[in-house]
């Protein structure tokens, strides 16, 4: 995967840190580059599938989805691609507790 796009969904991920309104909170975690970057058959970056990961929950931790059936999948889609992360780079795992 190009570095270039990992970074910036990276710093899509710290905007949406910084947003108070949700609106904004959800265009930043819905970064299109970055996903359609991650939803490639066989994406082996560790990074990309770490960052994904974390961005998927972080709807339900700003109150964005409440739906407890959303909140599911997002929660097995994250848990999903935190392990494929830690499957290419065990290193990852560090990463988890964050």
């Excluded at 108070?20 to 991650?38: G, L, Q």
């Excluded at 990961?53 to 700003?62: A, D, E, H, N, S």
């Excluded at 989805?65 to 560090?94: G, M």
Aim: charged fraction near 35%; glycine fraction near 6%; aromatic fraction near 6%.
């Amino acid at each position: 995967m190009d570095r270039a796009i990992v970074l910036r969904g990276k710093i899509a991920g710290r905007q949406e840190k910084l947003s108070t309104e949700p609106a904004d909170i959800a265009k930043w975690i819905a970064w299109e580059s970055f996903w359609r970057s991650c939803d490639r058959p066989g994406c082996r970056d560790a990074d990309a599938l770490e960052l994904r990961g974390t961005l998927r929950v972080r709807p339900i931790g700003r109150g964005l989805v409440t739906d407890q059936r959303k909140v599911d999948d997002l929660v097995r889609a994250a848990d999903n691609d935190l392990r494929a992360a830690i499957a290419v780079n065990p290193n990852q795992a560090a990463h988890w507790n964050d």
